[in-house]
């Protein structure tokens, strides 16, 4: 396993392989996101309370685990850039921060979308929303300090400090509806002894919650094809690449 990922880490091995792996990735993805949307759409029951507006949990709720994830892959990658330097760890931290900020955004507005009509309000400064709110700007500084700097080696180092420093803001965001008093709802889940939802409305959301992951990993790996090739184009890898030729 070990070899494995140190010949992971070579530019060339994981053009390569993650070449190979895509076209698979992409094929479960959409089966898992077909069979997810359609038994959270169709199948699933109204739910007694909310009616058919519950069904906004199939595309809120993995948009917010993916969030949070999405966020600590960027800090570990981040960190071990910053201790081994390793260029494959720079790339795939800067390569997820554009798509962690999109699944936040995501979540953000489909919560709002869900929260007018139970709430009575677009947006309040919950405890739960504002720090999501804080999570996506992390990102997006992320993207803009990279942006900023010229030298991509000092950009990715500036990129792992700055996500690991974020990083204190995951737990905020996981226990804040149980640290304070939040209109947020409680978990009911994660509780997976005992979920406060029912097995029919589960599986399709842990279904579309795979397929969210799939696609995370699908977006993070041509965009961190597309980041090697921008910054090896004199390679004699990249050379010998037929779509460079």
Known sequence: ???????????????HFSGRL??????????????????GLV?????YQQGDSFRIIYVHVPSAWMSLFIYIVMAVAGGVALVWRIKLAEVIAVSSAPVGASFTFLALITGSLWGKPMWGAWWVWDARLTSELLL?????????????IEDKRAAARAVGILALVGVVNIPIIHYSVEWWNTLHQGPTLTKFDAPSIHTSM????????????????IAVLLRARNELLQREPNSGWVAELPEVK
């Open 43 to 47: 199948l699933a029951p109204a739910d």
């Open 22 to 39: 895509l076209p698979w990735l992409s094929g479960l993805c959409l089966l898992l996101l077909l069979a997810g949307l359609y038994g």
């Open 1 to 15: 396993m070990m070899k494995f990922l140190h010949k992971l880490t070579s530019p060339p091995y994981f053009y």
């Open 202 to 217: 589960l599986i399709p959301l842990l279904l579309m919650a795979v397929a969210f992951k799939l696609y995370y990993g």
């Open 136 to 148: 996506l700007f992390l990102y997006l500084g992320v993207i803009a300090l990279y942006s900023a």
